[in-house]
Nanobody, 121 residues
Framework: QAQLVQSGGGLVQPGGSLRLSCTAS????????MGWFRQAPGKQRELVAS???????NYADSVKGRFAISRDSAKNTVYLQMNTLKPEDTAVYYC???????????????WGQGTQVTVSS
């Protein structure tokens, strides 16, 4: 299995930026896709962005043009750059990785510990 360790997050004002990092260890060679989910109080967990081993990316409509997912294969790390943050982005963000060659769905795979992102003035 793989282990995922997240860093980043915190409190930022609307319009500000944050960058989340997720570093994988263990059985990293079989990972096909990695991404970021978020869950806010009273709301369902949603996929924010994902990236495959081939570099294909996918974004939620609500973050397109503001967030960017990227990877550094040499460091086994995926990033989520979050710009022009809005209060609606406030949530706990979780990194997820899966071996399955299909869209990231969060049902299986491995999870990071989560980090709080709060956007407030």
């Amino acid at each position: 299995q793989a282990q995922l360790v997240q860093s980043g997050g915190g409190l930022v004002q609307p319009g500000g930026s944050l960058r989340l990092s997720c570093t994988a260890s263990g059985n990293i060679f079989s990972i096909y896709t990695m991404g970021w989910f978020r869950q806010a109080p009273g709301k369902q967990r949603e996929l924010v962005a994902s990236i495959t081993s081939g570099g294909s990316t996918n974004y939620a409509d609500s973050v397109k043009g503001r967030f960017a997912i990227s990877r550094d294969s040499a460091k086994n790390t995926v990033y989520l750059q979050m710009n022009t943050l809005k209060p609606e982005d406030t949530a706990v963000y979780y990194c997820n990785a899966d071996y399955a060659r299909k869209p990231l769905d969060g049902v299986a795979g491995y999870w990071g510990q989560g980090t709080q992102v709060t956007v407030s003035s």
